[in-house]
């Protein structure tokens, strides 16, 4: 079912004789669902505290045998297999690309970097940050240790000159891990790389339209640290969880200041989110209004399927926000349900209806139910409250990294988003601690 405001489309389902959702009802599409396994039982209390990570997926009933499997074969295929994303340069360099895009972006080089530091693949880690320090980074002027956000991967020709802020979000996080896990006496000074960055963002002080990656007076994070992108931004780059981390391992003097943002971007994300829908817009005013940019960014689109991951991550890492978070998982998968659990499309208005233009991906320019944001939607199962929940995480779990019918195929998206999910939803998506030597 499609764009349901619930209880008119349900009866009209009931009058064409087509079957609802497992679960609905035609008084009200949202109501829990029967399932063995109960009603799920959030922790409450974040891994910061306890030390301790959910596997989701054990507690669905899967094998342990079997989740090591599957994130192993997930790594598999975006890193080693024949669809893969990654691809090594030379004995000591490898990038991430967006195959149907023909570029490499800060956006996959960070990921690819946090998956390896995650899963302990220190030469994957190094060969993306010495490829990514050598064709992305810049070397001096009024840009210095900020990153060009896409270039040709073939001859590192910079398709654009200026950054995308959640690329230097996610390098300073993934090199502080680093610092963490791998120490910085191994060939690479992760803490050093990670504080020149950072102190460079500091710096910024408008030359040539160059600002912070963090809006210093709204304490929030922008759509590009440049004019013209300084005062508004994406609620898909809030990730509250980051800011944390850098409170504690920067050690840069900023340390009150990033967990203001830390608050501020969850206060952030209670307005940002719809109230029926729970849906973001892909671009947003620091309010959290939707910023409109021509038929771009008012809806939610490819950047926030993010959203319900990041929350997930936040609620899992650090729970500061318990009751707004288990509210805010319920109203997302219960729209998401009501659209149809294996049908649901991957753009909507925030409010739910139907946008008038889809956003094109890899030459394709259709509604389709993406992996991508399958994968996110179960990773909100870890802050779930409703036995719904688990049918989300099951989901994920009978998903699979494949073409679509009509041949459009997304290793690189969809299959990022896939492999964070079960990395969270198994456990393995951590706050690296010193200790995790």
Request: hydrophobic share 35%.
């Amino acid at each position: 079912m499609k764009k349901a405001l619930y209880l008119p489309a349900l009866l009209g389902l009931l009058l064409s004789g087509i079957a609802l959702p497992e679960g609905a009802s035609a008084q009200d599409c949202t109501q829990d669902v029967t399932d063995p396994r109960g009603k799920m039982k959030p922790w409450t209390t974040g891994a910061w505290k306890t030390g301790r990570y959910r596997n989701v997926f054990r507690e669905a009933g899967y094998p342990q045998a079997e989740i090591d499997a599957k994130l192993q074969k997930a790594y598999h295929d975006v890193f080693e297999g024949p669809d893969r994303v990654y691809f090594e340069v030379g004995d000591s360099m490898a990038y991430v690309s967006d195959i149907k895009n023909k570029d490499a972006r800060t956006e996959g080089l960070s990921y690819g970097m946090m998956v390896a530091v995650q899963l302990n693949k220190k030469d994957v880690f190094d060969r993306l940050w010495r490829w990514t320090r050598k064709y992305m980074q810049h070397q001096g002027g009024p840009r210095d240790a900020y990153f060009a956000w896409s270039l040709e991967p073939e001859t590192g020709k910079h398709n654009s000159e200026g950054s995308a802020s959640d690329g230097e979000l996610y390098f300073v996080t993934d090199l502080l891990f680093a610092a963490n896990r791998w120490g910085n006496d191994t060939g690479i000074d992760y803490y050093g790389e990670a504080r020149r960055i950072l102190d460079a963002m500091w710096s910024k002080d408008g030359t040539e339209g160059v600002m912070n990656v963090l809006n210093v007076e709204h304490k929030q994070i922008n759509f590009v640290p440049h004019e013209g992108g300084y005062d508004w931004t994406d609620p898909s780059y809030h990730l509250p969880a980051f800011f944390e981390v850098w409170a504690e391992y920067a050690k840069d003097g900023h340390e009150h200041f990033y967990r203001d943002c830390a608050d501020t971007a969850r206060a952030f994300l209670h307005r940002a989110t719809h109230p029926k829908t729970g849906l973001t817009p892909d671009y947003a005013e620091f309010s959290g209004a939707p910023h409109s940019r021509g038929r771009m960014g008012d809806a939610f689109r490819y950047d926030s399927w993010r959203v319900p991951m990041n929350i997930a991550m936040d609620y899992s890492w650090y729970a500061k926000d318990v009751a707004w978070q288990q509210a805010y998982a319920r109203r997302f998968q219960n729209f998401l349900y009501c659209e149809g659990i294996a049908t649901y499309d991957d753009q909507y208005n925030i409010d739910g209806s139907t946008p008038e233009w889809i956003l094109p991906a890899g030459g394709f320019q259709k509604l389709r139910h993406s992996l991508g944001l399958v994968s996110t939607a179960g990773a909100a199962s870890i802050m779930g409250t409703q036995a719904k929940s688990w049918k989300f995480v099951d989901e994920v779990w009978n998903a699979k990294l494949e073409p679509y019918e009509d041949g459009y195929f997304d290793p690189y998206f969809d299959g990022l988003m896939y492999l964070f999910s079960v990395m969270h939803l198994s456990g393995n998506y951590r706050i690296i601690t010193p200790d995790m030597k």
